[in-house]
């Protein structure tokens, strides 16, 4: 073979072998803090993923809605490619497909085994209703049960009357209208902002992590009402997905089981610290289950 050929070959083999080792870029948006079960979740997942890959495909982070999205935007920034990958609170999303709000429906999964059955036999709604927005199910991940953050101690329903309550879905706000509150579905990321302007009188949210001690500023009580354990999804464009070779679609695939398995075993024990922090920082802590809120309140819709 001419030395010119074997030149040609030489060369060709190695920009396809560096093209196959080129490393893979992509962006995750949550709007939620680090320090919450969905931040941590986040960053495990990057890290299960940098292994897995051996490098090959790296994840930059973006908090506290840093890239501007919030969850209900999230679906659709990642349709189109504004963000490669994002963490979303589902029943924000009820607006896009409304199999989004199952998991937030109030008292149709309020213990973390409901929960994971629940998210077992919905994934493949889940995954149909994503496919047809151009990406694809990564993982679910659960939040701890969600309670009532409120200035004074609440002792009965009555007591929500004419309460300014945030939501989270548009579920939530069914509920406590139909028990006499004023609720407004507000995203995460806007609530201390409203608190502190005095626009809030209570906000539904399991608190966890971080956001229970930003709460706790306003707040300074919080009752466990077993209203849901509410989900998460975590979501990459198809296109970006696609561009990915089978050898690391597999090694992400890996580092998905391990996330998800690591998310939901860790739940119970991330309920039991989140209710100790809460002792720790001096907010009143009951367990209540609203009486006959199940009875009265729409399931849904």
Same mark, same amino acid.
């Given at each position: 073979?001419?030395?010119?050929?074997?030149?040609?070959?030489?060369?060709?083999?190695? #920009?396809?072998?560096? +093209?196959?080792?080129?490393?893979?870029?992509? /962006?995750?948006?949550?709007?939620?803090? &680090?320090?919450?079960?969905?931040?941590?979740?986040? +960053?495990?997942?990057?890290?299960? #993923?940098?292994?897995?890959?051996?490098?090959?495909?790296?994840? &930059?982070?973006?908090?506290?809605?840093?890239?501007?999205?919030?969850?209900?935007?999230?679906?659709?920034?990642?349709?189109?490619?504004? #963000?490669?990958?994002?963490? @979303?609170?589902?029943?924000?999303?009820? +607006?896009?497909?409304?199999?989004?709000?199952? $998991?937030?429906? $109030? =008292?149709?999964?309020?213990?973390?085994?409901?929960?994971? %059955?629940?998210?077992?036999? !919905?994934?493949? !709604?889940?995954?149909?209703?994503?496919?047809?927005?151009?990406?694809?199910?990564?993982?679910?991940?659960?939040?701890?049960?969600?309670?009532?953050?409120?200035?004074?101690?609440?002792?009965? %329903?009555?007591?929500?009357?004419?309460?300014?309550?945030? /939501?989270?879905?548009?579920?939530? %706000?069914?509920?406590?209208? !139909?028990?006499?509150?004023? $609720?407004?579905?507000?995203? =995460?990321?806007?609530?201390?902002?409203?608190?502190?302007?005095?626009?809030?009188?209570?906000? %539904?949210? *399991?608190?966890?992590?971080?956001?229970? *001690?930003? =709460?706790?500023?306003?707040?300074?009580? =919080? @009752?466990?009402?077993?209203?849901?354990?509410?989900?998460?999804?975590?979501?990459?464009?198809?296109?970006?997905?696609?561009?990915?070779?089978?050898?690391?679609?597999?090694?992400?695939?890996?580092?998905?089981?391990?996330?998800?398995?690591?998310?939901?075993?860790?739940?119970?024990?991330?309920?039991? /610290?989140?209710?100790?922090?809460?002792? !720790? &920082?001096?907010?009143?802590?009951?367990?209540?289950?609203?009486?006959?809120?199940?009875?009265?309140?729409?399931?849904?819709?």
């Amino acid at each position: 073979m001419p030395r010119r050929t074997v030149i040609a070959s030489a060369l060709v083999l190695l #920009v396809a072998s560096a +093209a196959h080792a080129q490393t893979v870029r992509w /962006t995750m948006a949550n709007e939620y803090p &680090a320090s919450s079960i969905q931040g941590e979740a986040d +960053a495990r997942f990057t890290r299960e #993923v940098l292994e897995r890959t051996g490098g090959r495909v790296v994840i &930059a982070n973006q908090y506290d809605a840093a890239s501007g999205f919030r969850s209900k935007d999230m679906v659709d920034a990642i349709a189109r490619g504004a #963000v490669t990958l994002g963490n @979303t609170f589902m029943g924000a999303a009820g +607006a896009i497909d409304p199999i989004f709000e199952l $998991p937030s429906l $109030p =008292f149709l999964a309020s213990t973390p085994d409901e929960a994971r %059955v629940l998210a077992e036999i !919905a994934r493949p !709604a889940y995954e149909a209703a994503l496919a047809r927005r151009n990406q694809k199910l990564l993982f679910l991940s659960p939040w701890p049960p969600a309670g009532l953050w409120s200035k004074t101690p609440l002792t009965s %329903v009555d007591e929500l009357k004419g309460l300014r309550v945030r /939501t989270p879905d548009a579920s939530g %706000v069914l509920v406590f209208k !139909a028990l006499g509150a004023a $609720p407004a579905q507000i995203s =995460f990321a806007d609530v201390m902002p409203m608190l502190r302007a005095g626009q809030l009188d209570s906000v %539904v949210s *399991s608190g966890d992590g971080g956001a229970g *001690s930003r =709460f706790a500023e306003v707040l300074r009580h =919080f @009752t466990v009402i077993e209203y849901a354990v509410t989900s998460s999804m975590v979501t990459v464009n198809l296109d970006a997905w696609r561009a990915l070779d089978p050898s690391l679609r597999d090694a992400v695939l890996a580092a998905v089981e391990a996330t998800e398995a690591k998310q939901w075993n860790l739940l119970p024990s991330r309920i039991a /610290t989140n209710y100790a922090q809460l002792r !720790a &920082a001096g907010v009143g802590n009951q367990r209540r289950r609203l009486s006959g809120a199940s009875a009265r309140a729409p399931r849904g819709g």
